[in-house]
């Protein structure tokens, strides 16, 4: 059978029999499992990792126990009330934004910031744009923000999730920005493949202002 025609379950007891036969490394392992735990329903990925905890190969049960891990993570950075409640951001909450995927590559000047060392901006709330999404982050600009193909006074951040990290329970993380002229009422853009196209940076660096 092509593995382009094995169902989740059947590539998972592939990637363990190529694991077995030191075919992977554990990095490797993990991270091809993870892929294929995502596309089982909740329930089900719960049963896969019960069965994967209980593995005669220490190995496999220690890479279980990091995605149970990240499971764990991946649904609090999907709620809007939990992420609410623990993140440091607020309404209010000043935020400096900066680096960048070509912060080094730039000697420290990438395009999006226009010959500035950061945007500042104060930030608005979180804004849920569909199921299975980590909310995204309203902010408003202290200027507009004009370089080529974008302008607007608001922005719209994305966060994401770790082994190690929780989305946006932190004071300072790496997030995608999007610039808009009005503050957007619909985020359904967000879910598009080719959403990380339109953002005027996918690595940009959030930090909290601290304050007096």
Same mark, same amino acid.
């Given at each position: 059978?092509?593995? &382009? &025609?094995? $169902? @989740?379950n059947?590539?998972i007891?592939?990637?363990?029999?190529?694991?077995?036969?030191?075919? /992977? $490394?554990? %990095?490797?392992f993990?991270?091809?499992?993870?892929?294929? *735990?995502?596309?089982? @329903?909740?329930?089900?990925?719960?049963?896969?990792?019960?069965?994967?905890?209980?593995?005669a190969d220490?190995?496999?049960?220690?890479?279980a126990?990091e995605?149970?891990?990240?499971?764990?993570?991946?649904?609090l950075?999907?709620?809007?009330?939990?992420?609410?409640?623990?993140?440091p951001?607020?309404?209010?909450a000043?935020?400096?934004l900066?680096g +960048?995927?070509d =912060? =080094?590559?730039s000697?420290g000047?990438?395009?999006?910031?226009n010959?500035? %060392?950061? =945007?500042t901006?104060?930030?608005?709330? !979180?804004?849920?744009?569909?199921?299975n %999404?980590? @909310?995204?982050?309203?902010?408003?600009?202290? #200027?507009?923000?004009e370089?080529?193909?974008?302008? +607007?006074?608001?922005?719209v951040?994305l966060a %994401?999730? +770790?082994?190690?990290?929780?989305a946006?329970?932190?004071?300072?993380?790496?997030?995608?920005v999007?610039?808009t002229?009005t /503050?957007?009422e619909? *985020?359904? !853009?967000?879910?598009?493949p080719?959403?990380?196209?339109?953002?005027i940076?996918?690595?940009?660096t959030?930090?909290?202002? #601290? $304050?007096?």
């Amino acid at each position: 059978m092509p593995e &382009d &025609d094995l $169902t @989740p379950n059947e590539e998972i007891r592939r990637l363990i029999r190529a694991w077995e036969k030191n075919c /992977l $490394t554990s %990095t490797e392992f993990q991270n091809h499992m993870w892929g294929q *735990l995502r596309k089982l @329903p909740v329930a089900r990925r719960r049963a896969a990792l019960a069965s994967l905890s209980a593995h005669a190969d220490k190995d496999i049960r220690n890479a279980a126990s990091e995605l149970q891990i990240l499971m764990r993570h991946e649904e609090l950075s999907k709620n809007l009330d939990h992420i609410r409640r623990s993140s440091p951001l607020h309404s209010g909450a000043r935020l400096q934004l900066f680096g +960048g995927y070509d =912060y =080094y590559s730039s000697d420290g000047k990438p395009c999006w910031l226009n010959g500035r %060392t950061c =945007y500042t901006a104060t930030f608005l709330d !979180f804004a849920a744009y569909g199921e299975n %999404t980590i @909310p995204a982050g309203l902010v408003e600009f202290d #200027e507009v923000i004009e370089v080529p193909g974008h302008l +607007g006074r608001y922005g719209v951040l994305l966060a %994401t999730y +770790g082994l190690d990290f929780i989305a946006w329970e932190q004071s300072e993380g790496e997030v995608m920005v999007y610039v808009t002229e009005t /503050l957007p009422e619909d *985020l359904s !853009f967000l879910r598009s493949p080719r959403a990380s196209a339109s953002a005027i940076e996918t690595h940009a660096t959030y930090r909290i202002e #601290e $304050t007096a």
